[in-house]
């Protein structure tokens, strides 16, 4: 029996099988040996212990197209992430913290704009003009007046979303609206976790349908610039490509070099002053990272 891992928490994993509901299993000793940790959104093989009970054993993980390390999760095909346009403010810092980590992951991102009613006139579309020009998707969507949510649902559709964004944005809100009528077995999970350790936020996967799932992402306000070396920080930012190569130094870090064709453009209006100040405060905490580690 095949389906997908929807939920793992202190060693068991709730796997969702179509047609047969959602299986409580524990992982065979195997992949202890061999190192392998099932994720969320695992596609696995089970054999079933009790089939009234639903309860079963991983015998197999099969291959997997991707898998993140924050969060952890396998197979996802895109990310979402949520911001609003008041109450509270976007963080633009945090939004690109978050597209850095995704681009570093090769993960394709939207950028969800909610809250759209609260904004001053045009203040969303020029935030969407200068994500659209680096070469993210942006959707503008308002809950109250119910705008821009066929789009999100469209670009959900057949596919796992990895979705984001700090509290209070509308996420719930957002994410409940997409369910619809489809409802994840919530109720058979959670008497199954009647022990109250059990009640900490983990990823889970929300299925909206078929082949389309959602990947809730807990603790969203701790997000660091992984470690990675300051040079290459620069290829995380698309709206840089076009100017590589371009430069009179050759690995211009485009902070301080002189002929710098990135430097140009963003003195020509060309490019977001917003973005480029958060690329140098990232390359500054990656300076400060190195220097700490290596003293």
Do not use: W
């Not at 696995?44 to 212990?49: G, K, S, T």
């Not at 698309?238 to 710098?260: D, S």
């Amino acid at each position: 029996m095949q389906g997908k891992i929807i939920k793992g928490i202190a060693g068991f994993y709730y796997v969702e099988v179509a047609e047969s509901g959602v299986y409580e299993c524990k992982a065979k000793g195997v992949f202890r040996k061999d190192k392998v940790k099932p994720l969320v959104g695992d596609d696995v093989e089970l054999e079933v212990l009790d089939a009234q009970e639903r309860t079963g054993n991983i015998t197999a993980i099969l291959p997997r197209r991707n898998a993140l390390v924050r969060p952890a999760v396998a197979n996802v095909d895109q990310a979402m992430v949520i911001f609003a346009m008041k109450n509270p403010r976007p963080n633009f810092s945090l939004l690109d913290r978050f597209l850095l980590m995704m681009e570093r992951q090769g993960v394709k991102t939207i950028i969800c704009l909610n809250k759209q009613d609260l904004a001053k006139p045009g203040e969303a579309e020029e935030i969407q003009k200068i994500y659209e020009d680096c070469g993210y998707r942006v959707v503008v969507t308002s809950m109250k007046e119910e705008s821009g949510l066929a789009c999100v649902e469209s670009l959900l559709k057949g596919k796992t979303t990895v979705v984001a964004g700090p509290s209070g944005v509308g996420k719930s809100s957002l994410t409940n609206r997409m369910q619809g009528e489809v409802q994840m077995e919530t109720g058979e999970i959670s008497r199954k976790l009647k022990r109250g350790k059990h009640t900490t936020r983990h990823s889970q996967l929300i299925s909206l349908g078929e082949d389309t799932f959602l990947c809730d992402t807990p603790g969203f306000t701790s997000l660091y610039v992984e470690e990675m070396d300051k040079e290459e920080l620069r290829f995380y930012f698309p709206e840089f490509a076009p100017y590589e190569g371009k430069c009179r130094f050759q690995g211009c870090v485009h902070i301080h070099e002189p002929g710098c064709a990135v430097k140009e453009a963003l003195e020509a209006g060309k490019l977001s002053r917003r973005r480029y100040d958060n690329y140098v405060e990232f390359y500054e905490e990656l300076k400060e990272k190195e220097k700490r580690r290596y003293g």
